[in-house]
């Protein structure tokens, strides 16, 4: 899976300015699941510019409750009526920057999954974290609070080290094998090993063409979610395509 966070960019015009140019890049191209998360704003007209094509639809976040008195917020049922199938939760920007903790993020990956919507939940340690050798208890503690009685379903899991989000500074492939194996480890205690082995594990943190290939060719990871390099067709498909580049 490569899944596109758009996060607060692109109009109604630019998401279909992106759609027109980058289909044809990666016309042809059946073995990666493509995924895209625009703004709410963007997801009536990316889902139609997109109809006829493979690429699927996500969301960037979504509130706990089904309906009510709830300001700017957005319910599972809005996002299933715009064709959406997946849902970045937990996101380090929504933790770090919008105060979210882990029982808020535990409450949006249970409306996710009742809702048969599937949640890309994200974790991932800061650099100071990971220079005190927290790292791995970070995570783990994450994968943990945010999992807690939430049964074993549909689950992406993106590992995005906070200092590598857009810094142009990623973790090295290796570091990323690393966590993303322990993240595995995690998952099959708290359910079972066999149900851990099949979940997707997603590394993200400024991902590029020129560097994807080396990230996938890691044991334990399944994809990429991408950023800043997202926004951009022709990048975003050059990283798509990464099995061209090896």
């Not at 995924?35 to 997109?50: E, H, Q, R």
């Not at 089904?66 to 996101?91: K, P, Q, W």
């Not at 974290?129 to 994968?143: I, T």
């Not at 082995?197 to 943190?205: A, D, K, N, P, R």
């Amino acid at each position: 899976m490569i899944a596109a966070n758009w996060k607060m960019n692109k109009t109604i015009a630019e998401t279909q300015d992106f759609v027109s140019e980058f289909l044809p890049l990666v016309a042809g191209v059946e073995d990666v699941e493509v995924l895209v998360c625009p703004p709410f704003t963007a997801l009536s007209a990316l889902s139609l510019a997109l109809k006829d094509s493979r690429v699927r639809i996500g969301a960037q976040d979504i509130f706990w409750e089904g309906r009510g008195a709830f300001t700017g917020e957005i319910s599972a049922d809005m996002l299933l009526d715009l064709n959406c199938r997946y849902v970045i939760v937990g996101h380090s920007e929504r933790r770090h920057i919008m105060g979210e903790n882990d029982l808020i993020i535990n409450r949006k990956l249970k409306a996710t999954g009742l809702a048969g919507l599937t949640p890309i939940f994200c974790v991932g340690e800061t650099l100071q974290e990971r220079e005190n050798n927290m790292a791995r208890d970070v995570v783990g503690g994450q994968l943990e609070k945010g999992l807690q009685d939430i049964p074993a379903g549909a689950l992406v899991i993106a590992y995005e080290p906070v200092w590598a989000i857009g810094t142009g500074v990623n973790a090295s492939p290796e570091d990323a094998r690393e966590m993303t194996g322990f993240i595995r480890d995690c998952l099959g205690k708290l359910y079972d090993r066999h149900w851990a082995s099949g979940v997707q594990i997603l590394y993200g943190g400024s991902v590029n063409p020129a560097n994807i290939s080396a990230f996938m060719a890691q044991e334990y990871i399944d994809g990429a979610l991408v950023g800043g390099a997202s926004l951009n067709p022709l990048d975003f498909a050059g990283i798509v395509r990464f099995k061209s580049n090896v």
